[in-house]
């Protein structure tokens, strides 16, 4: 039965490319990122190789391959955060490592005033280190919410990393040509008992390299919340990636906050020692 | 008018003629009188307290803030924008104003409270430990400890934070909090004090700290504050003073918005309408309940007259003059039960106002609006209530004369002679 409900709203998508195409699909970091996780950006799939040539079927198929190969070793990154609000606006360089889904590291490295302030996420939970008072301090449930350094990305963000197909229902609503370029738009609505809070999103997907250009997120009410915006697709560490990010919340449009990927590198050797409170104090001093 | 001043004697004399009787129905409307008047000084004074107790902990009589700033309270919206203001000038003028008796600045800040390996959002209040005591009792809530001293890096927290955090006093804290150029502030602090205010929204969340180094954390100058608090000195005039304090201080000086507690918390406000409302059923009820005793007392009374009744009408009078003389019976009553009623009423009353009865043994507090409520059953004067209740003593005396006053011009006087 399957076959007759699922094959008229997903259109197949039968496809052969040579294995470094495939390679580079493979590595988009897009699930992540529309999550609106820079952690989890850079947590790319590695050691993928030379995949078989892409046979999806459905949207589902493409969204799941595309979300797993994303559950990836570790990687590095060199990020610079550039926040704009109605009230100042401002940049901060800062260093990212991951493993996997579960561990994850952010240290500032300029402006001085935060210098050397981390964001630690293991698991569940966020654990931030302030160098002026050498201290941890765990955010609290009520709080994970609330905007991470002053930007437009919440505490949440970092944290919630279940399976994009797990938690919602996939269908291509557009296939097609927009502004020249062919792309496919993805539907995502969440299951019944999803533990996400989004009341919906929205994708747009290149269909020559995979690569996301946008993606909407829209709240339970089915209002848009906040745009992410991807270009500056290129190589890095080895992989096709959006090298600029751009969020733009919907009811404060000229705010926004932008992420530019300076450096980025795959398969570093990092154990989750790594990501551990110890080793978050130790650092950064 | 002569032979109405006739109807009047009659009916002064009739109520002597049973005396017990008369003075157990006038004792029943004077007792109706002293608990309404009571029964509204109650509730009065609960409403008393829940406006000392919700503006007086914390909110003041009148707050003026920088446009805009309510109700998103915007932590960029000071008074004067970004710029700031002269603090100790707006202070200055604010407070020459005649009506108000003292002013305090206030920041206010939202962040992580911290201690050991425990986490809790916090509302971040800075004031200036000098004078906001003259403006609210928060300070002279200190469970233990002392009001911190400015520039040492001392704070105070609620009870419940404290419990949840587990520190007491000496120990460090450290606050984390979005400063107002985009970066994250952060100091460690240490503890020199515990509120215990009774109201758990202010127990659970506030830590206090002296304004400048709040404004310090937050990257803030020093002519950045979110609120000046006030007293004033004729409480229950705050929105006349509002208003006319608004007009003051337009002329010149930074843009504000001044506000009564009444709009500021409009919760509270309509907690104190709800009260008095029930005054007036209060009212009604009691009187109410007064009108059927005193009618059937009444009835009684006419009953026993009918033979006289018969005599003085089968003698020429009119109906109505003989309803009357049972209405002048009526007030004259009700006369003698209010002025019976004000004699137990004004004693009761200031002994009840001087030591009300505190039940706090057997009760504790609750809060209502965000307002605690001890168990003090104190009573407050009022102008109102003593009036309203002698008018419904009186409306009550005459109602309940009406309908024997229609029964004794319903007497057939041949009937009534002949015993039939």
Redesign the interface.
Known sequence: MSFLTEAPRAPSVRRTRTCREVALVFRIPWSHALRGSLLAVVGLASGLGCAPALQAQTAREIIDRVDRLLRGESSRGVVEMQ?T??????ALQMEVWSLGTEFSLVRVSS?P??AG?ATLKAGEEVW?Y?P??D?T????P??MMG?W??SHFTNDDLVKESRIVDDYDIEISFEGMRDGVEVWEFDLTPRPEAPVVWGGIEWQVRKADLMPTWVRYYDEDGDLVRTMTFSDFRVMGGRLVPADMLVVPRDKPDESTRLIYHDLEFDIAVDEDFFSLRNLRARGR | MASDRVWWRVAWRNLWRNRGRTIITASALAFGYLSAVVMVGLTDGMSAELIENGTGLLTGQIQIHGRDYLPERNM?RTVAG?DGTDVAALLGRVEAHPDVAAAAPRLYGGG?V?AG?????GLLLGIDPDREPRVSTLLAHLDRGRIPRAGAYELIVGREMARQLEIDVGDEV?L?A?A?????G???YTLVGVLDTGTPGVDASYAVLPLSDLQYLMAMDEGRIHEVALNVSRPWDTRAIAASLQQYLAGGGPEVEVRSWTEIRPELSEAVALMDSMNFIIVIIIFGMAVFGVSNTMIIATFERQKEFAVIRALGTRRLSIGRTVVYEGVALGLLALVGGALITGPVMVWWHNSPPDLSAFFSGFTWSGSLWRPILRVEYSVDAPIISAVALFFTSIFAAVYPAWQATRVPPADALADR
Do not use: F
């Not at chain 1, 609000?85 to 401002?90: C, Q």
């Open positions: 926040i609000t109605e009230h100042w606006s401002r402006p005033r935060e302030m931030n302030l002026r008072v201290r301090i765990k955010v609290p009520s709080l905007a350094m002053g | 960029h970004y992580l911290s390996d425990r986490t809790e959002a450290v984390v979005p107002a150029d985009g970066s994250t952060n100091d460690l």
